[in-house]
């Protein structure tokens, strides 16, 4: 199976800070993905991944950046944490095994901004 | 613009009841349909998926029905049971599969 990893479940930081949330997907797919869910709005996309070092910005981008360097692991950048960041962010990986595709998602970061 | 929308936010039914869940679409290419199920604090894992060339995909207690004509799919869950209350999300994708688009949400409370 598909294992994608998020290296923190839960994070509090301050207003202003710098924030870097990590994905890892163990399968060798080319195709990550980060969304944050917020009650109401579903998954919203904030950025994504067709390559190393490719990035194209999804629905929601601002105030986000990524980081791609190496295929296994996507990075998700607030430059200033704000508190309308507030949110769970999910990490996804696309597979493809025939006819059937889909995500592989992770198990959440809930981050918290004060 | 919202691409995909599950219109009820909420939906409580009993154990052993089916459980409809519903979705709409509005982009006509897509072609390829997931529903997804989420626990608070925990990721969204796969559910159940069907091909727009098919009307009708089954797997165990989970259908999902496809309309195509009505851009509308829905998932029924039957029995339910107190396990299946969770978030559901349905997602659609165009034919490279390679971002899908997801609706807003319904919350199942199967009350035992």
């Known amino acids: 199976d598909v294992k994608v990893t998020q290296s923190s479940r839960y994070l509090v930081k301050r207003t202003g800070e710098k924030v870097f949330l990590e994905c890892v997907q163990d399968?060798?797919?080319?195709?990550m993905f980060w969304y944050r869910q917020d009650p109401g709005l579903g998954l919203r996309l904030i950025y994504f991944?067709?390559?190393?070092?490719?990035?194209e910005k999804g629905d929601i981008p601002e105030g986000y950046s990524v980081s791609r360097e190496k295929k296994e692991r996507f990075s998700l950048i607030l430059e200033s944490a704000s508190t309308n960041q507030t949110s769970m962010y999910l990490c996804?990986?696309?597979?493809?095994?025939?006819?059937?595709?889909?995500?592989?998602f992770g198990s959440g970061t809930r981050l918290t901004v004060v | 613009d919202q691409q995909v929308k599950q219109n009820s936010p909420s939906l409580s039914v009993q154990e052993g009841r089916i459980s409809i869940l519903n979705c709409d679409y509005t982009?006509?290419?897509?072609?390829?349909f997931l529903w997804y199920k989420k626990y608070p604090a925990e990721g969204p894992t796969f559910l159940i998926s069907?091909?727009?060339?098919?009307d009708k995909n089954e797997d165990g207690r989970f259908t999902v029905f496809l309309n195509k004509s009505a851009k509308h799919l829905s998932l029924h869950i039957v029995p339910s049971q107190p396990g299946d209350s969770a978030v559901y999300f349905c997602?659609?994708?165009?034919?490279?599969?390679?971002?899908?688009?997801f609706g807003t949400g319904t919350s199942l409370t199967v009350i035992p």
């Open positions: 996804a990986s696309s597979f493809r095994t025939g006819n059937y595709y889909g995500y592989t």
């Open positions: 399968m060798d797919h080319e195709n």
């Open positions: 991944s067709y390559d190393v070092k490719m990035k």
């Open positions: 982009n006509s290419m897509f072609d390829y």
């Open positions: 069907i091909s727009s060339i098919k």
């Open positions: 997602a659609a994708s165009l034919n490279t599969g390679n971002q899908f688009y």
